[in-house]
């Protein structure tokens, strides 16, 4: 058992949501939080062998000129870390084999599917089949949207975690297979955690605005086989007190908000199941 919770959330190259997110792992109970810019990985004064969970926070990640998180997940794959001679890719792929936990949003989200951390299949973790194109309405979508989980997920950020709401702010949240072969097996092998739904969130919707990219499937986030990676298009972060709730002055809601979850049940797994 994990005496002491250490979370990583790292930033840099237009990433803005940094602070949000270092502040819900806070509240969900890590007990060490670092925001980490990327180059400080780089010049090798941090690694991640010393965290248990990373965060990849969304934001304009290289100001998306480029393709939602292309650059950066160049980055991570070519970059040598200093004076070590290691791409920094290789200390990504072992915190995955170390069994530790990653949550990407938005811009993170993006950069897992390009660097191929997810959906993984079979535990191939460096060959893409899906990615984040722009949103069918062709612009930058900001809106709160109803998610619907899938229960049969074995993602362990969302257990116990039926409808969510959260916000959406991106101009690439459509989510694309490479051909009909991948999204069978991601629906098949429920790599598919979050999907876009009506205010009830009783299933799926494709519909705008309640789909807000048009993302096929309505799929809003998936992980890898084991659960322990997560990606996401709507913010969690964004949604840690009643007060981040737009109509929080109309009604009356639970003081700590939906998202915070996601990052409870993340540390909470940490904490009992990471040596």
Request: net charge negative; aromatic share 8%.
């Amino acid at each position: 058992m994990v005496k002491k919770v250490k979370s990583i959330v790292i930033t840099g190259n237009g990433t803005n949501c940094e602070v949000e997110m270092a502040h819900a792992c806070r509240l969900a109970g890590s007990d060490d939080v670092d925001i980490v810019h990327i180059s400080q990985l780089l010049f090798g004064e941090k690694r991640l062998e010393d965290y248990h969970f990373l965060n990849l926070p969304g934001g304009f990640l290289d100001g998306d000129d480029m393709g939602g998180a292309k650059a950066g997940a160049n980055r991570i794959l070519h970059a040598t870390v200093k004076n070590s001679g290691e791409k920094l890719h290789e200390q990504f792929m072992r915190f995955i084999n170390d069994g530790k936990l990653i949550l990407g949003v938005c811009n993170g989200f993006q950069l897992m599917v390009k660097l191929g951390l997810l959906p993984a299949f079979d535990g191939e973790y460096d060959s893409q089949s899906v990615t984040l194109t722009f949103n069918d309405s062709g612009r930058f979508e900001d809106r709160w949207v109803y998610l619907t989980i899938n229960k049969k997920s074995p993602c362990v950020f969302t257990r116990d975690l039926g409808g969510v709401y959260l916000p959406v702010r991106h101009g690439e949240g459509k989510l694309v297979a490479r051909n009909d072969a991948v999204l069978k097996r991601l629906h098949v092998r429920n790599h598919i955690v979050m999907q876009y739904s009506d205010h009830a969130c009783r299933g799926p919707v494709m519909n705008y605005p309640e789909n807000p990219n048009g993302s096929i499937d309505a799929i809003a986030g998936i992980c890898d086989e084991s659960g322990r990676i997560f990606g996401l298009m709507p913010h969690p972060e964004a949604y840690f007190h009643y007060t981040n709730h737009p109509r929080w002055t109309r009604e009356e809601l639970p003081e700590e908000g939906m998202g915070l979850r996601i990052f409870r049940n993340a540390v909470d797994f940490i904490r009992r199941e990471i040596a």
